[in-house]
Structures are given as structure tokens and as C-alpha cells.
């Protein structure tokens, strides 16, 4: 069975950085794509980014781009979120997911989740 388990999350100012981390274990797949949703209490579950297996396609949320940049580790079970320039609205619960069918944007499309990481940003 595959398992997800993230971790950096933490308490950071406003302007500050935090770089989460994924490691997968288990069954591997031949596109395995890869991505970071996050969750603030009363909103849906939001796309962040995602990315290829290989690490050369990668998708951002626009409210996101320009600040966080996912990423494959070098080994390849793992993956990371560089959070820079941090906004109290990036205050969330972040969850490393894999194996959509496709590239989505949507939680549905993904079958394998971590048990998320808070993410505080103070003002």
C-alpha cells in the first residue's frame, strides 16, 4: 500500500519561508504525478502545485506562483514545497497527495493522501 507522510509545517511570520517535505513509500506507478493541496478551517480543500515524476512539468495555483515551488527530491520518494514570502492567508493544513489519473487541480482526481502538516502564518 502506498503511504504519504508530510512534514516542515510549522510557525512562521508573515514574509517568512517553511519547506515542507513528502515521503512516499510503497507501491510505485509509471506517471506518478504528484501534489500539494492545502485546507484553512471552513474552505475546501485547495490545489497548491503538482508535479511530474520526473520533476520537468510542474503546475502552480496563482495564488501561489511566484512563491512556492514544488520539487522532487533527489531521492525519488520524496518531494518538497518551498514556501517563500509567506501571507497569514497561506494559513492552512497542508496535505501531499499522488496519483491522479491525470494532471487535475481537483482533490477528487487523487487517490492516495498524508495526514497533513499545519502551516501558521502570524501578522
Known amino acids: 500500500q502506498v503511504q504519504l507522510v508530510e512534514s516542515g509545517g510549522g510557525l512562521v511570520q508573515a514574509g517568512g519561508s517553511l519547506r515542507l517535505s513528502c515521503i512516499v513509500s510503497g507501491r510505485t506507478f509509471s506517471t506518478y504525478i504528484m501534489g500539494w493541496f492545502r485546507q484553512a478551517p471552513g474552505k475546501e480543500r485547495e490545489f497548491v502545485a503538482s508535479?511530474?515524476?520526473?520533476?520537468?512539468?510542474?503546475y502552480y495555483a496563482d495564488s501561489v506562483k511566484g512563491r512556492f515551488t514544488i520539487s522532487r527530491g533527489n531521492a525519488k520518494n520524496t518531494m518538497d514545497l518551498q514556501m517563500n514570502s509567506l501571507k497569514p492567508e497561506d494559513t492552512a493544513v497542508y496535505y501531499c497527495?499522488?496519483?491522479?489519473?491525470?494532471?487535475?487541480?481537483?482533490?477528487?482526481?487523487?487517490?492516495?493522501w498524508g495526514q497533513g502538516t499545519q502551516v501558521t502564518v502570524s501578522s
Open positions: 508535479i511530474s515524476w520526473s520533476g520537468g512539468i510542474t
Open positions: 497527495a499522488a496519483d491522479p489519473p491525470y494532471y487535475s487541480s481537483s482533490a477528487y482526481e487523487y487517490n492516495y
